[in-house]
């Protein structure tokens, strides 16, 4: 994907590096999210919550459209809120 992201900027096609970039942090959610459900508070590094804050952060200014696996994203997102 970021091969594809690189070409799709080289090409100026920046908005499909847009997508490709948006859709591999999504992924980085998806795979950091069961990070947040751990109960103890040494299994809940504090870098993954900065990098969930962060990413919130952004997503709020700048909203993405409806895609698959947005619930994935969401879930991630109100298990920070839980974990605050």
């Known amino acids: 994907m970021t091969l594809a992201s690189l070409k799709a900027l080289r090409g100026a096609n920046t908005t499909g ?17 069961p990070f947040l459900t751990e109960r103890s508070k040494l299994r809940r590094d504090p870098v993954y919550l900065k990098v969930f804050r962060s990413v919130k952060a952004y997503r709020k200014e700048f909203p993405r459209a409806s895609q698959d696996g947005d619930d994935v994203v969401d879930r991630a997102f109100s298990l920070l809120d839980e974990n605050q």
Do not use: C, H, P, T
Not at 17 to 33: C, F, M, T, W, Y
């Open 17 to 33: 590096a847009v997508e490709l970039l948006e859709i591999k942090l999504d992924g980085a959610l998806v795979s950091l999210a």
